[in-house]
């Protein structure tokens, strides 16, 4: 699989199956985070890895999922398997951390796919809840997490049609993300080179 096709293949995943994730497969997803661009090499973001059996339902407890579709939360059975959890040390930097944490987090949902593994980033968390359960350092802050698993379904990225980027389930319960137009997002130059 080249890069291309990892990231036509990545796509979030709600569904999975209730197989473990080995232990090394997570430190290698931390390894491609690690090595990810950081702004003036600070490298503020720390990491937490949950695979432990006992933590993994109070942590799906602190997560909410899929704000367009109603009650698309994963059901028991086909909830992840394993959690990374993305830390910023703000002893080491308090501001600008959505690029550094963006640059790493992308590393790893790519790794995720060639490993054949489904993930899905959330950003909406009871934080303050996580970080009770987890013993989140007190210099650090949670940024996001990382749900992961074996994916239990192959959603689909489209053109879209119309106004709405609204991701959906068809009849097959099959969901589908609609992604803007090539002439939507590409800007043309108008230059202006007058001094």
């Known amino acids: 699989m080249n890069v291309l096709e990892a990231i036509e293949k ?8 209730p197989q473990p994730i080995e232990k090394n497969m997570l430190y290698e997803l931390v390894m491609g985070a690690r090595l990810a661009p950081q702004a003036a090499n600070i490298q503020p ?3 937490m890895i949950v695979h432990q059996k006992q933590l993994l339902e109070p ?31 703000e ?5 600008g951390n959505d690029t550094d944490a963006g640059a790493a987090i992308e590393n790893m949902l790519l790794l995720a796919v060639e490993k054949g593994l489904g993930s899905c980033w959330i950003g909406s968390l009871d934080r303050k809840q996580l970080t009770k359960l987890l013993g989140v350092p007190e210099a650090c802050k949670i940024h996001s997490l990382i749900a992961l698993g074996y994916p239990a379904e192959n959603p689909v990225w489209e053109e879209k049609e119309g106004d709405s ?3 959906y389930l068809d009849e097959e319960h099959r969901l589908h993300v609609p992604k803007r137009r090539m002439n939507e997002i590409i800007v043309p130059i108008q230059p202006n080179l007058e001094k």
Do not use: E, H, M
Request: contains cysteine.
């Open 91 to 95: 002893d080491l930097k308090k501001n």
């Open 165 to 167: 980027i609204q991701y």
């Open 59 to 89: 942590v799906f407890a602190c997560t909410r999922w899929a704000g367009y579709l109603k009650d698309y939360a994963p059901k028991p059975g086909f909830r992840p398997t394993a959690y990374i959890v993305v830390l910023i040390n």
């Open 10 to 17: 990545r796509r979030s995943i709600r569904r999975f199956s």
């Open 45 to 47: 973001l720390q990491y």
